[in-house]
């Protein structure tokens, strides 16, 4: 059903051309992409357009209404990260600027064991020993 109503858009309407900012490179291009997903009249889906698919699909799954179609993406980034994927794996899937956003965004999904904790503290408490130690004294005479 699904392929062959694909299959009828594609005829009716076509692969439609469309020049879009290309933000992989860090330079400001536009480069043209085909898209097979249009209007009916060949025009691009607007954010408001999925809204309002994702409001009816959401209610035919029984899904709670707070879940947005953005939460599809922070669910997508979270199942990543904790799942071990590399923080900048997740940066390039989900076309964030920089690490920093993927970070501050989702790194307390990140397993635990992956985290290192008390490291600063760690050494501060060696170095603090090491200092208190009586055979250090003894050294230094």
């Known amino acids: 059903m699904v392929a062959e109503e694909l299959a009828a858009h594609l005829t009716a ?4 051309e469309f020049e879009l900012p290309d933000i992989t490179t860090g330079e ?5 992409v085909a898209f097979l997903f249009t209007s009916s009249r060949g025009k691009l889906l607007a954010d408001t357009y999925w809204s309002e698919l994702w409001a009816d699909w959401r209610e035919a799954a029984g899904w709670p209404k707070e879940g947005t179609f953005h939460s599809l993406r922070h669910f997508f980034a979270t199942t990543l990260m904790s799942n071990g994927v590399e923080p900048q794996e997740v940066q390039k899937a989900l076309r964030h600027a920089n690490l920093r956003i993927t970070l501050e965004t989702y790194v307390h999904w990140m397993p635990k064991k992956d985290r290192p904790r008390g490291l600063v503290g760690g050494l501060l408490r060696d170095a603090d020993s090491t200092r208190r130690d009586p055979r250090a004294d003894q050294d230094r005479s």
């Open 13 to 16: 309407v076509g692969p439609v």
């Open 28 to 32: 400001r291009l536009t480069r043209s």
